[in-house]
């Protein structure tokens, strides 16, 4: 596998094998640049990055590519709103979030609200953080305050019984979809939920889709 570059937030919390943010997810074969001052509270937010922090990710974007990067990938979704004018400062691909999945469902002819999206706070998600630049009437579910993975992240806490945050995002994901039973699809726009793709998968019989497979087949080559 080429090296694939991850921008990463400025984060301490437990990621699993199959987060971005763990180099076993990639067989060690993943170049990291942590942008300083990403924080969680920062980058999860209504409001467009600042100038000052949009460049250095820009800047880390840049260096990544020059160490030999052949795609470069960030570890949170709501950077979405940022990809096309990172990709336009990039020879390499750039994949900001698994929600440029949306665009590529549409394209295959399935309807907005057959798009279900899970991510980490639906109060804060909106048209900004869409690659399109508009959330239209694509349903969301977003992890609940009590949410084991949800205080995790929040609480910056170095470990968590993943166990138990497996067992209660699978249950969020059956409720989202028992409330929407139209949907073809789920999109999980927080990196931090691709640990449990496949049991998510699995428990819904729906395809799955996440930032970690749209990676795998960027770099493949795959459109």
Not at 2 to 31: C, H
Not at 82 to 107: G, Y
Request: hydrophobic letters at 45%.
């Amino acid at each position: 596998m080429s090296k694939l570059g991850v921008l990463m937030l400025e984060t301490a919390f437990y990621r699993p094998v199959g987060d971005i943010g763990n180099p076993k997810t990639w067989s060690d074969q993943a170049l990291y640049k942590v942008i300083a001052g990403a924080s969680v509270d920062v980058v999860v937010a209504k409001e467009s990055l600042s100038n000052d922090l949009f460049d250095l990710f820009v800047e880390n974007a840049l260096e990544l590519q020059q160490a030999g990067a052949k795609a470069i990938a960030t570890s949170c979704g709501f950077l979405g709103s940022v990809q096309e004018n990172i990709q336009d400062k990039l020879e390499v691909p750039f994949i900001s979030s698994a929600l440029i999945w949306v665009d590529r469902l549409l394209e295959q002819g399935i309807d907005e609200a057959d798009i279900g999206v899970m991510t980490f706070d639906a109060a804060v998600l909106s048209d900004i953080h869409f690659p399109r630049g508009n959330k239209g009437d694509v349903p969301v579910c977003g992890l609940p305050p009590s949410n084991l993975l949800s205080r995790a992240i929040r609480m910056d806490s170095p470990w968590f019984d993943q166990n138990q945050g497996e067992l209660e995002i699978v249950e969020l994901a059956k409720n989202f979809v028992k409330a929407q039973p139209a949907l073809k699809a789920l999109v999980l726009e927080c990196t931090n939920l691709s640990p449990y793709r496949k049991a998510i998968e699995l428990s819904l019989g729906l395809p799955v889709l996440d930032i970690n497979r749209l990676i795998v087949e960027t770099m493949d080559g795959r459109p």
